[in-house]
C-alpha cells in the first residue's frame, strides 16, 4: 500500500486539530472531507456564527466539510459514507457512534493528548497539569465502544516544566499530536491498513481501575480556587487553568462586599504560615501573597471582575486597606 491508496475523512473543531489537519495535507494525504462541529453563535444577541478553527483551514484549502448536528443522523451518515474513506482521523473532536467510526475499512483512530489509559476525557492537558505531572505525551488508538478505551497504535511524551501552563503543554502537544499522526499513518500503510496495536495498560481495567486519573470537561465551577489547598496544588490549580479559563476567588471586605478575581499566574514561595489564616492577603511594596494552608503563595497576575489583566503591582497601587480583604 501507498499513502495514496489512504481515503481520509478528519474529525476535529478546535486550534489544536487544525495542525494534524495541516500535517496531512502538507505530506500529501488524501483528505477527502472533514468533520466539524456546526458553526458557534457569538456575539451579544447570537447572531453571527462562528466557523471552527478547523472549518476555516478546510475552506481555506478547499476541502469538502460537513457539520452535522447529530452523528447519528441518517443523512450525514450517508454523507459520509458517499465520500468511500478506508480510515478516519480524530483530533478533540466529540465521541462518535459505531456506525460512523466502524464504517472505514481501516477503522478510525483518534489523537489524545494524554499517555492513555491515564487521563481519559475532554480535558487531559488541563487535568495533567492541575495534578502536578512532570510528564505527559500523545496517544493514537483505534476507537471502540467506550470513551479512550480503545487498542494503543503509539504513544510519545512530553515533560511538562514545573513552571508551565496549559498554554505551553497546549502548544507542545499541539505539535506532538501532528507528529505522531503521521508516524502512525506511516504505519497503517506499511501494514496495509493493520498495523501492530495493543491492549492498553492492566490499569484500565480491575480493581487498579481506581489509580487512573480522570480528565472531565472543566465548567466554571470546576475553576474556583480552595485556599485549604497546599500553595503547590493552588499554584499547579491556577497553572493548569492559565490563560483559558482562569482559576477564580472571591475577594471579600468586612461589610461583605464581594467581588470575583481570577489568577492567572503564581509563584511559591516557601514562606510558611500558621494554620487557620487560608485565603489572608498579605502584601509588601511590591509583591501580593495569599495564604495557602502551608505557606504563603505569591499572585502575579490577576484580572478583576469588568476589568482587565493587571501584575500585582497595579492590584496593589488600587488597594487600600488590604488586612479588610480575604479571599473565600
Request: proline fraction near 5%.
Amino acid at each position: 500500500m501507498t499513502k495514496e491508496d489512504l481515503r481520509i475523512v478528519f474529525m476535529g473543531t478546535p486550534e489544536f486539530a487544525v495542525e494534524t489537519l495541516k500535517a496531512l495535507t502538507d505530506n500529501g494525504y488524501n483528505v477527502v472531507a472533514v468533520v466539524t462541529q456546526p458553526d458557534k453563535p457569538v456575539g451579544r444577541h447570537g447572531s453571527v456564527l462562528q466557523p471552527s478553527a478547523v472549518k476555516q483551514f478546510a475552506q481555506d484549502h478547499s476541502l469538502p466539510v460537513l457539520q452535522p448536528e447529530k452523528m447519528k443522523d441518517p443523512v450525514f451518515v450517508e454523507q459520509l459514507r458517499g465520500y468511500g474513506a478506508n480510515l478516519q482521523v480524530v483530533v478533540a473532536f466529540r465521541m462518535l457512534p459505531e456506525v460512523v467510526w466502524a464504517m472505514p475499512a481501516y477503522g478510525t483512530f483518534n489523537v489524545h493528548a494524554a499517555l492513555l489509559p491515564q487521563y481519559r476525557g475532554a480535558a487531559p492537558i488541563n487535568w495533567a497539569v492541575i495534578n502536578g505531572e512532570t510528564t505527559t505525551g500523545v496517544t493514537t488508538f483505534f476507537l471502540d465502544h467506550d470513551i479512550d478505551t480503545g487498542r494503543i497504535i503509539e504513544q510519545r511524551t512530553f515533560d511538562i516544566p514545573d513552571d508551565a501552563d496549559v498554554e505551553y503543554v497546549y502548544d507542545g502537544l499541539m505539535h506532538l499530536g501532528a507528529e505522531i499522526c503521521l508516524s502512525t499513518l506511516e504505519k497503517i500503510v506499511e501494514a496495509d491498513g493493520h498495523p501492530e496495536s495493543k491492549e492498553q495498560d492492566s490499569l484500565a481495567t480491575g480493581e487498579d481501575a481506581m489509580l487512573l486519573k480522570k480528565a472531565p470537561k472543566i465548567f466554571k465551577e470546576t475553576c474556583e480556587i480552595k485556599w485549604g489547598m497546599t500553595a503547590k496544588q493552588v499554584h499547579d490549580f491556577v497553572r493548569g487553568l492559565s490563560p483559558v479559563p482562569g482559576a477564580w476567588t472571591t475577594l471579600c471586605d468586612q461589610e461583605g462586599h464581594a467581588t470575583v478575581m481570577k489568577i492567572f499566574h503564581t509563584t511559591k514561595t516557601g514562606k510558611r504560615v500558621e494554620g487557620g489564616s487560608e485565603g489572608r492577603l498579605v502584601a509588601d511594596k511590591r509583591h501580593l501573597y495569599i495564604a495557602c494552608a502551608d505557606e504563603l503563595l505569591q499572585v502575579d497576575v490577576v484580572q478583576m471582575a469588568g476589568k482587565k489583566r493587571m501584575d500585582a503591582q497595579a492590584f496593589l497601587n488600587g488597594m487600600k486597606n488590604l488586612d479588610k480583604y480575604v479571599c473565600r
